[in-house]
């Protein structure tokens, strides 16, 4: 079974500060990672992948994670927060064997960017 | 507009009617998803379709759900006598078949 534990159900940052948001997985094989950011009554909006290669991957509007195999984290980054960060953040694995190819969600984190 | 698209955006239903949702994915995707998200909570899969195969089940979805892609395209979901704790947004995703999953806008049931 594939899990995802997102142990922060809330994180606040100021404006301008560098801001984590820390996910941990489990997952048979090799994982592929998501993150996507929800905004209120809306969809899942992709921000970034890890598939294979660098630990350390970009995505949209800043935002990057960085893979650790050892710790079987995929945290997300930013290094200087905005007031329009502020969201729902969800991490998602699936294992390259196995589980069919249905993504596991965390529970989400709620990011508040305050000024 | 390329992405998926999801109809209604918002239902309002008397418990025990029947519902129907319907998901357009991207075209040139292969692989459909159905989500449940309920308040607070991340989405948790309910159906996946390769083509029109409907290929996993969760045990989430019962007896009173049924999900169809006909001819590999569209997909309906529909929820038969629903119940209050039926209320979640309910959002579709598709993917092509190298994997990236895109997300449609979700349609948000309210059952009273």
């Known amino acids: 079974a594939q899990s995802v534990a997102q142990p922060e159900d809330q994180v606040n940052v100021a404006e301008g500060n560098p801001l984590t948001v820390k996910c941990t997985y489990s997952?048979?094989?090799?994982?592929?990672l998501f993150w996507y950011v929800q905004y209120p009554n809306r969809g899942l909006q992709f921000l970034l992948k890890?598939?294979?290669?660098?630990?350390l991957v970009k995505g949209s509007y800043g935002f990057e994670a960085e893979f650790n195999k050892s710790q079987t984290s995929f945290h997300l980054k930013k290094p200087s927060a905005l007031v329009s960060d502020s969201a729902l953040y969800f991490c998602?694995?699936?294992?390259?064997?196995?589980?069919?190819?249905?993504?596991?969600f965390g529970t989400g984190t709620q990011l508040k960017v305050e000024l | 507009d390329t992405g998926v698209s999801q109809d209604p955006r918002h239902k309002i239903t008397k418990r025990g009617q029947n519902v129907t949702f319907r998901c357009d994915p991207i075209?040139?995707?292969?692989?459909l998803y159905w989500y449940r998200q309920t308040l607070g909570q991340g989405p948790e899969f309910l159906t996946y379709?390769?083509?029109?195969?409907?290929?996993?089940k969760s045990r989430l979805l019962s007896d009173r759900f049924s999900a169809e892609r006909p001819k590999g395209s569209f997909s309906t979901l529909e929820i038969q006598r629903t119940e209050q704790g039926d209320s979640a947004m309910y959002l579709c995703?598709?993917?092509?078949?190298?994997?990236?999953?895109?997300f449609g806008s979700g349609t948000r049931l309210t059952v009273v």
């Open positions: 995703a598709s993917s092509p078949p190298q994997g990236g999953y895109t």
């Open positions: 997952v048979s094989g090799n994982p592929y």
């Open positions: 890890y598939i294979t290669g660098d630990n």
């Open positions: 998602a694995v699936r294992g390259d064997t196995g589980g069919g190819n249905k993504l596991t």
């Open positions: 075209s040139e995707h292969n692989r």
């Open positions: 379709f390769q083509n029109e195969a409907q290929l996993e």
